[in-house]
């Protein structure tokens, strides 16, 4: 299951070339000329690996609401479902508002019989200040009272702060959320 290097540097370069430095990871998943021009997830898309207890098939699905369609088809393969939530100021807003693509992320999985989920706090890198506590802790309480509603019980939901961008608690825990002392993603 793992990336080999020279991909990730292929892409990097091409991501480069694009004036899109930071999509050299999601190009490893998106692989349609419009998700690398756009910038954005279109179809689902599968990435399977082993570790020494579970064989896991991660499903890349769209999150944006022109897609809806293929979000539902990867999502309905789920045993679990990875919520990834804006941190940033208005990021967050928007997707927690009424019409808002957490909410709606959030009621398809359970009603897509979907009951573990992880939640993702992404860009802390870009909260004001950097990797703010208070912004994490506001993001929880709100998500947390949401998924109530839906029909998640929020106090088996984990939510970890993380930056994709700079990779903090993507994998290893990250010193700029020592905060934090929850698992990683």
Not at 9 to 16: I, V
Not at 93 to 98: D, H, L, M, P, R
Not at 106 to 112: D, K, R
Request: charged share 30%; proline share 3%.
């Amino acid at each position: 299951g793992g990336i080999d290097k020279r991909v990730i540097e292929r892409f990097e370069k091409e991501a480069a070339e694009m004036n899109k430095r930071s999509f050299k990871y999601a190009w490893v998943l998106d692989k349609l000329k419009a998700e690398r021009e756009r910038g954005i997830t279109i179809d689902i898309a599968l990435w399977k690996f082993e570790t020494t207890k579970y064989y896991c098939t991660v499903i890349d699905a769209p999150g944006h609401r022109d897609f809806i369609k293929n979000m539902i088809t990867g999502t309905s393969q789920a045993d679990c479902a990875v919520l990834i939530i804006d941190s940033t100021t208005g990021g967050f807003e928007a997707g927690i508002s009424k019409d808002g693509q957490t909410r709606e992320h959030a009621l398809l999985a359970f009603t897509l019989g979907v009951k573990q989920m992880i939640c993702c706090c992404n860009k802390m890198d870009a909260t004001t200040p950097k990797y703010s506590k208070a912004r994490y802790d506001e993001i929880v309480k709100e998500v947390s009272s949401y998924l109530k509603k839906v029909g998640y019980n929020p106090d088996k939901i984990p939510f970890v702060p993380i930056s994709g961008f700079e990779g903090d608690n993507m994998i290893e825990r990250s010193t700029n959320l020592d905060w934090y002392k929850g698992p990683t993603l």
